[in-house]
């Protein structure tokens, strides 16, 4: 694959005035301080697209789109950018499987959607909703005489490995293991610990599908082993399943973490808003589809696989743009008051991805944070932040912080 000569880690095709070193979102960047409030915005200073020397892992330099309609536009042209070997996982393990179907582009792409998209409908999810209701109840329960939690590590990092371990089939007893496995894979304090977790994980997710294959059950695995895809009917094959059940595992829970997070930070900063929601629950749902927008935390890469420009920039084969749907979402030109809460905005937002990569599991996603949301205001009276509290908060890839500690009367 074609690469540009570098000086100074920048492409000698970039012109100087594109180049950004101060981007507050490069790989290992961390804050104390809350990224929504100033960060993102002062992003929307730079020029459309960028440059950032050192943005991805290992120092690689890559694109940043700041607007939302170039984020679109590269999301639907599969003939420029691709998302195939887009994340580290795979090369851990020394195999030959992929993260899908994130790491696909059409046509195959569209046969794994085929497969997929039954198993994650509204229908499909809408019939977990008691389970999913019990599991967020447990745990409310368990603690809401306590008068005071740190929501994320008591709450929002478990709720969803539970709805998680359900939908795969896999014992509730696991739980511990997979947090602590989540943990390691998306914010792992070093490379081998990276690479060990990403392989135990391969190893576990191996182990359950051979025994799909001898015990099938009403599970997601099991669909994966008896799915047949393209017009020949073929049955998938081992990587592809490895790659379905990897994809479901990281994709599923982190993210769901990260925004219940951000969500119950904004109510707990502004309690006319959790009143609102507690008195009018039918509200949540719109609510959140804002919540999704204002605080979207996720970043992936698409690579250039054929020269282009975009804005007449020249994107180059073997470069990285960054899609930051944290850019995106405060995009002033997208957006009317684009830093605001408008908790009946309606927002078309990207936050689940747009065009043929919309997020599969998008529907169970929405059901997850509006049952949780539901359930806590339900229980919880007036809450607010711990005071003194200092948040240390991942700026690269899932915009995730390490706390939230909440305290109210009880």
């Avoid at 940043?64 to 590269?74: F, G, I, K, S, Y």
Wanted: hydrophobic letters at 40%; proline letters at 7%; aromatic letters at 10%.
């Amino acid at each position: 694959m074609a690469t540009s000569p570098v000086l100074d880690n920048i492409p000698n095709h970039v012109p100087p005035e594109l180049v950004v070193r101060d981007f507050p979102f490069s790989f290992g960047a961390t804050t104390d301080q809350i990224p929504f409030d100033s960060m993102i915005s002062g992003v929307h200073a730079n020029p459309d697209i960028f440059y950032v020397p050192e943005l991805a892992a290992g120092g690689e330099g890559g694109w940043v789109l700041r607007r939302d309609e170039d984020m679109r536009a590269v999301y639907n042209d599969y003939e420029h950018f691709s998302n195939r070997d887009t994340t580290p996982f795979p090369q851990f393990t020394g195999g030959t499987w992929r993260v899908l179907p994130l790491e696909s582009d059409p046509p195959l792409h569209s046969a794994y959607r085929r497969f997929l998209n039954p198993v994650f409908s509204p229908k499909v999810t809408q019939a977990l909703d008691a389970k999913i209701r019990q599991y967020a109840r447990d745990y409310v329960e368990g603690f809401k005489d306590s008068g005071r939690i740190d929501f994320l590590q008591q709450f929002a990092f478990e709720f969803p490995i539970k709805v998680f371990l359900e939908l795969m089939g896999l014992p509730q007893g696991q739980v511990k293991q997979f947090l602590d496995w989540t943990g390691e894979l998306l914010h792992a304090p070093d490379v081998e610990t990276l690479v060990r977790a990403t392989r135990e994980v391969v190893d576990y997710l191996r182990g359950e599908i051979e025994d799909r294959k001898i015990n099938p059950r009403d599970d997601v695995i099991t669909r994966g082993v008896q799915a047949k895809i393209d017009k020949e009917g073929r049955p998938l094959t081992e990587d592809e399943l490895l790659g379905f059940c990897f994809n479901l595992f990281v994709g599923g829970l982190d993210t769901i973490s990260t925004n219940l997070t951000w969500q119950f930070l904004h109510l707990a900063r502004n309690a006319e808003h959790q009143e609102l929601l507690r008195s009018n629950p039918a509200k949540i749902p719109d609510a959140i589809d804002e919540f999704m927008r204002i605080f979207a935390s996720v970043m992936t890469f698409r690579v250039c696989v054929k020269e282009t420009k975009l804005r007449g920039i020249t994107i180059k084969v073997g470069e990285k743009v960054a899609m930051s749907t944290s850019i995106a979402a405060r995009d002033p030109a997208a957006w009317d008051r684009p830093d605001e809460v408008i908790l009946d905005r309606k927002p078309r937002h990207l936050s689940f991805g747009y065009g043929p990569h919309l997020c599969v599991g998008m529907y169970l996603a929405r059901r997850e944070m509006k049952i949780a949301m539901e359930e806590f205001l339900a229980a919880i009276p007036s809450f607010r932040l711990v005071p003194g509290v200092t948040m240390i908060t991942a700026l690269h890839g899932v915009m995730q912080p390490d706390t939230l500690m909440l305290e109210w009367d009880v």
